[in-house]
Every structure is written in C-alpha cells, then in structure tokens.
C-alpha cells in the first residue's frame, strides 16, 4: 500500500539514503547543530527534541532565542489573541537554555498579559549578557524597564 501511495505522488522514497543523511546530521557537535538551528525560530528548534535521543537536549544550547506570538495564532494568517501558552512557553526556554551568553533575545508580543513576567525575561537576557535585544509590543502597553546594576 505504501509503494502505491509514493508512486502516485511521484516520490520514490529511499530508506537507505535517508538513513545515511540522518546519520550525517547526528555526527555533527552540537556547536555545529545550534548553529544551524540558530536560523529557525526558537518554537521550530525546541520541537526538534522529538526527533531523537541524539536531539532531546540539543535546543538548550541555544545563544539565539527567537519568540514570536505571531506564529502561534489559532488560525495561520489570522490577526487575533495567541494560542495559550506563549508566556509559558518563554518560561519554559528561559529556564531550560544552558548558555550564560546569549547573543540575540528576540520578542515579538502582540498580547502581553503579564508586565512583571516580560520584565523578568528582559532581565534574564541582560543577565545572560544578550548582545542584542530586539522587542516588539502592542501599542496598548508601555513598558518601562528599570534595569539596575
């Protein structure tokens, strides 16, 4: 059924040529894989935990944190409130990346709901020595950051 199914697509799928280019991507040192996921956004590179063992921990490497709500829209290309979660899921990276530089945070927030968690985000990037610090807020908010030394 399988052969049918890739045949009708045109696809021809080969399992050994795949086998090889995954083991190629496995090989590389992490430096070499962060690197690489440092183009994507930071919610593309923590899915790739799943991937495999090899990969479970790969993403808590990153230097280059990337969070925008606007890819997480209940429908694609819909203006509206994120999915829930986004704040949750900026914890979740905040407290899981190991690099104590990072060299880009940035955000994206369309619907900030909680001033005292962004707060503590910014802080945490200033506390990691983030080189750059690009934010982006609604127009509703005003957010004054109180940096202290």
């Known amino acids: 059924m399988n052969i049918s199914f890739h045949a009708r697509l045109g696809y021809n799928f080969d399992h050994e040529s795949f086998s090889i280019k995954a083991y190629r991507i496995n090989a590389l040192p992490d430096s070499v894989l962060c690197h690489i996921l440092s183009y994507l956004p930071t919610k593309n590179v923590v899915a790739t935990s799943i991937l495999a063992r090899r990969w479970k921990l790969v993403w808590t490497s990153l230097q280059k944190l990337y969070f925008d709500d606007r890819q ?78």
């Open 72 to 149: 997480s829209r209940r429908l694609p290309g819909m203006m509206g409130d994120p999915m829930p979660g986004f704040e949750d899921f900026i914890e979740r990276v905040l407290t899981g990346t190991q690099p104590m530089n990072i060299t880009i945070f940035f955000m994206h927030c369309s619907k900030l709901v909680d001033l005292s968690s962004f707060h503590l985000w910014v802080c945490s990037a200033v506390r990691r020595n983030a080189r750059e610090i690009e934010l982006y807020l609604d127009q509703n908010h005003r957010v004054e950051l109180l940096m202290s030394d």
